[in-house]
């Protein structure tokens, strides 16, 4: 429909089937949105409530010539389409409301499952008397952040006990509480204070905040050597405390924290209320003690053999050498690291093996390279016990079977022999390619008489503490020393003097008619070209 000159709409198209409205018949709207749409020219959804019959609402679209509307398209939708989409979309409605109603209840459950979990992780990680962190929340910061950016200081209150015993346990409560509000304001809000038991407390510091010494001092001074004023009390604590700067390239802090405990428990064995510092020696012991350092070592094979001489004693002069395993530190490839300080940590472990089979391969390279010297290597029940081990030893000397007379395995014990059937058989299988038996360390530990009796060795190396005990408690010492020089003659047992670490030693040992020695004072280890060039 349009509008004609004197502004009333004509029908210029009726789509009524039935009834249909003659072309240019007048129309009067009921609605005045008819004019506004005409006037607006914007599409417009009119109900028409009852004041069309039979209609439900009514499409107004505008069409228009030069930005002017010029006429109006209406679509009528009757009632019974009203009708019938109700009907249609009742159900639908019902299934909207019902997922909205689940949808609510999931939101619900998950703000509570939510709280819960924050109030379960705030009992876990949080101490309930001081608010300090927990030892949980410790091993959840390190899984997140660099171990190598933070100090450690680990502090306790001495004779707590004392306090608790003459004030109560609520007034010892307010102490703790206080005690952990000074550690607080001291080192500031990047530092964080664990609770790790009793009146225990670690704290981390990040490294940016300050010196680790003035640090400490002043956290110890000010946590320890002032006055407390609590519930009309006044008090004064001592304290124990140790701290530690950890290298930059740390990742675990357990090392760290076994290193600060044993510090701590040096401190309160000599007097308490004292504050020390782990210097940079530490800084080995933390790496070297770290399984996952020595594993990467291992599997880079960062490792080198030293040769330690065994001379004749008489002659002064070298007869073989013993191969001594060293790995090499990652960051200072001229800083070797010795077994001592990460053996017990691989013992028993395919790390240790690893090292085993490492050596192994060094050993046979450097007979194959040097075919006139011989030398001894390490073994213990570790790698006697290892299938692996053992068929790579008999792979090695079936095909280097000219080397095996060249080659005597010495024998470790950490552990006492159980099965002595077991291990003859093992060293009789060693012994038939040529090479040598020897017991290290005999006359202390495990190395005893039962040795020679159920075992067939070569070679006995005499325990250095015995060979030491000739600057202390010389004239035992002699009688002991000449009766395993007996002993060994009348086995045929080759004699070594093991730790001959100075002249008086020496002389002592030749005295006796050892015939062999070995120790610092006669040649240290080093690497085999060097005795060889």
């Given at each position: 429909?349009?509008?004609?000159?004197?502004?009333?709409?004509?029908?210029?198209?009726?789509?009524?089937?039935?009834?249909?409205?003659?072309?240019?018949?007048?129309?009067?709207?009921?609605?005045?949105?008819?004019?506004?749409?005409?006037?607006?020219?914007?599409?417009?959804?009119?109900?028409?409530?009852?004041?069309?019959?039979?209609?439900w609402v009514?499409?107004?679209?505008?069409?228009?010539?030069?930005?002017?509307?010029?006429?109006?398209?209406?679509?009528?939708?009757?009632?019974?389409?009203?009708?019938?989409?109700?009907?249609?979309?009742?159900?639908?409605?019902?299934?909207?409301?019902?997922?909205?109603?689940?949808?609510?209840?999931?939101l619900l459950i998950l703000i509570f499952i939510a709280y819960r979990y924050y109030k379960t992780r705030q009992a876990l990680i949080k101490d309930s008397l001081t608010s300090a962190y927990t030892k949980y929340y410790l091993n959840e910061f390190?899984?997140?952040?660099?171990?190598?950016?933070?100090?450690?200081?680990?502090?306790?209150?001495?004779?707590?006990?004392?306090?608790?015993?003459?004030?109560?346990?609520?007034?010892?409560?307010?102490?703790?509480?206080?005690?952990?509000?000074?550690?607080?304001?001291?080192?500031?809000?990047?530092?964080?204070?664990?609770?790790?038991?009793?009146?225990?407390?670690?704290?981390?510091?990040?490294?940016?905040?300050?010196?680790?010494?003035?640090?400490?001092?002043?956290?110890?001074?000010?946590?320890?050597q002032k006055y407390y004023f609590i519930d009309k009390e006044m008090i004064r604590l001592q304290v124990s405390m140790c701290a530690i700067n950890l290298p930059d390239e740390s990742y675990s802090i357990q090392h760290a924290l076994r290193f600060l405990d044993e510090e701590l428990l040096k401190i309160k064995s000599h007097g308490k209320n004292a504050l020390s510092i782990l210097g940079m020696d530490t800084y080995d012991g933390i790496k070297y003690n770290d399984i996952d350092y020595i594993k990467?070592?291992?599997?880079?094979?960062?490792?080198?053999?030293?040769?330690?001489?065994?001379?004749?004693?008489?002659?002064?002069?070298?007869v073989k050498y013993e191969a001594l395993a060293r790995l090499i530190d990652k960051d200072d490839s001229d800083k070797l690291i010795s077994p001592f300080q990460f053996m017990q940590l691989i013992k028993g472990t395919?790390?240790?093996?690893?090292?085993?089979?490492?050596?192994?391969?060094?050993?046979?390279r450097t007979l194959e390279q040097y075919p006139q010297i011989e030398i001894s290597m390490n073994l213990d029940l570790d790698d006697l016990y290892n299938i692996d081990m053992m068929k790579l030893i008999n792979e090695y000397l079936?095909?280097?079977q000219a080397y095996a007379p060249r080659l005597t395995f010495e024998i470790l014990e950490e552990n006492e022999i159980q099965d002595y059937d077991r291990v003859s058989d093992i060293f009789q299988a060693l012994r038939e390619y040529g090479s040598k038996i020897a017991i290290?360390?005999?006359?202390?530990?495990?190395?005893?008489?039962?040795?020679?009796?159920?075992?067939?060795?070569?070679?006995?190396?005499?325990d250095g503490s015995l060979t030491q005990e000739l600057h202390t408690h010389e004239e035992h010492a002699m009688l002991v020393l000449q009766s395993l020089k007996n002993l060994a003659d009348t086995f045929d047992y080759m004699l070594v003097a093991e730790f001959v670490s100075d002249e008086e030693i020496y002389k002592k040992v030749k005295h006796l008619g050892i015939g062999y020695s070995q120790g610092m004072y006669l040649g240290e280890p080093?690497?085999?070209?060097?005795?060889?060039s």
């Open positions: 429909m349009s509008k004609d000159s004197e502004g009333h709409y004509r029908f210029v198209l009726d789509g009524d089937k039935e009834h249909p409205e003659e072309y240019g018949s007048i129309f009067f709207p009921k609605s005045t949105q008819f004019d506004e749409v005409y006037k607006k020219g914007d599409i417009s959804i009119v109900k028409q409530n009852d004041e069309v019959e039979g209609v009514s499409l107004v679209y505008p069409f228009k010539e030069e930005g002017k509307t010029k006429a109006l398209l209406v679509l009528d939708l009757s009632k019974k389409y009203a009708t019938y989409l109700s009907d249609f979309n009742s159900p639908l409605v019902t299934v909207v409301r019902v997922m909205q109603f689940f949808l609510l209840l999931a390190f899984d997140r952040h660099h171990v190598g950016k933070y100090y450690l200081f680990l502090i306790d209150i001495d004779e707590f006990k004392e306090i608790n015993k003459k004030y109560g346990n609520a007034f010892g409560d307010l102490v703790i509480q206080s005690f952990v509000e000074r550690m607080n304001e001291t080192l500031g809000r990047n530092a964080k204070v664990v609770r790790t038991v009793g009146t225990e407390f670690l704290i981390f510091c990040p490294k940016e905040d300050g010196d680790l010494s003035a640090l400490a001092d002043r956290l110890f001074q000010t946590v320890g990467e070592a291992l599997e880079e094979e960062r490792l080198v053999c030293l040769y330690q001489p065994i001379y004749h004693t008489e002659s002064k002069t070298i395919s790390q240790y093996i690893k090292m085993s089979k490492l050596v192994l391969s060094d050993v046979f079936v095909k280097h290290d360390d005999f006359g202390s530990g495990y190395a005893n008489y039962r040795y020679l009796m159920c075992l067939d060795i070569d070679i006995l190396k005499i080093r690497p085999i070209n060097e005795y060889l």
